[in-house]
């Protein structure tokens, strides 16, 4: 299972580090991502990382998020800053163990944690 820590309520300008601790995988879950729902909108990729380390963001939180992991672990991180009130919404970890990836779309992922709130106000 994926389990995501770290949200919270902050002021816009601030920031936050998102956790997603993987656990119960007896392999390597090569790619990992980040995405977010906002209230009444769909779920939106927001940055991914492969095992080698290649990054993707999307456009809009380019420069302000960074994405990381820890491979022997299986988590990934992703600090958030200067934070905007458009990034509300819950995040979500996800993680697929190989094969086709595609980054930034749901599609990608086979595996999905249950979210964390993010509130910027």
């Known amino acids: 299972q994926l389990v995501e820590s770290g949200g919270g309520s902050v002021q816009a300008g601030g920031s936050l580090r998102l956790s997603c601790v993987a656990s119960?995988?007896?392999?390597?879950?090569?790619?990992m991502g980040w995405f977010r729902q906002a209230p009444g909108k769909g779920r939106e990729g927001v940055a991914a990382?492969?095992?080698?380390?290649?990054?993707q963001y999307s456009e809009s939180v380019q420069g302000r998020f960074t994405i990381s992991r820890d491979m022997d672990k299986n988590n990934v991180y992703l600090q958030m800053n200067d934070l905007k009130p458009e990034d509300t919404g819950v995040y979500y970890c996800?993680?697929?163990?190989?094969?086709?990836?595609?980054?930034?779309?749901?599609?990608?992922?086979?595996?999905w944690g249950q979210g964390t709130q993010v509130t910027v106000s």
């Open positions: 119960g995988y007896q392999y390597t879950l090569i790619f």
């Open positions: 996800a993680a697929l163990e190989g094969g086709a990836w595609i980054p930034l779309e749901e599609d990608g992922y086979r595996y």
């Open positions: 990382i492969s095992g080698t380390g290649t990054k």
